[in-house]
C-alpha cells in the first residue's frame, strides 16, 4: 500500500523532525511542522521565499556563520548529487515578532533526483545541536584565556 499522492504533503508536515525541502533555485517549497515551531515562523512567511532570505534577513547581523558554510555546501549538493553535512553553526532566525534570535544548527542535505538523475530538490534535515550556544562561549573562553587586551 502506497500514500495517495494527495495525502503526501500531509505526511511529511506532521513527520517527526525538522526539516525543508528546498528547490535547485534554493527556495524553500515545504516545511515540517516541527521545523516551524523551532524556527518560530509560520509556513506562509517562508513558502516560496530563498532559503538565504528566511536565515540571514538580520540586518545587524550581516553575516552569520553558517550561511558562507551552508551556500557552498547546497552548490556541491547540486553539483556533486551526494548529500552533504555541516555541523554545529548559527544561524539568525526571524522569530514571529519580528526579533531575531541565535539559533544553532546540524544540517544533513540530500538531494532528491529524478529519473534522469537530475537534482530536483533538495531535502534538508536539521537538528538542534545540544548546547549549542553554551559550546561556543566555551570555545570563545578558552581561546581569550589568557590574552591581554591593551
Not at 519580528?98 to 533538495?122: M, R, S
Not at 534535515?125 to 584565556?145: H, P, V, Y
Amino acid at each position: 500500500m502506497s500514500i495517495p499522492l494527495q495525502d503526501f504533503q500531509l505526511v511529511f508536515e506532521a513527520s517527526p523532525g525538522l526539516c525543508l525541502v528546498i528547490s535547485p533555485q534554493l527556495k524553500i517549497v515545504g516545511a515540517s511542522d516541527e521545523y516551524l515551531h523551532a524556527a518560530k515562523i509560520k509556513r506562509e512567511e517562508i513558502a516560496g521565499k530563498d532559503l538565504f532570505d528566511v536565515v540571514s534577513g538580520n540586518a545587524g547581523n550581516k553575516q552569520p556563520e553558517g550561511l558562507p558554510g551552508l551556500r557552498s555546501l547546497l552548490n556541491n549538493v547540486l553539483k556533486n548529487k551526494t548529500p552533504q553535512a555541516i555541523t554545529m553553526r548559527r544561524y539568525d532566525i526571524a522569530g514571529h515578532d519580528g526579533k531575531y534570535g541565535d539559533i544553532f544548527w546540524n544540517t544533513l542535505n540530500k538531494p532528491v533526483l529524478n529519473a534522469k538523475g537530475e537534482v530536483i530538490y533538495i531535502i534538508q534535515r536539521i537538528e538542534e545541536a545540544a548546547g549549542g550556544e553554551k559550546q561556543l562561549r566555551n570555545t570563545l573562553d578558552a581561546m581569550l584565556e589568557g590574552v591581554q587586551v591593551l
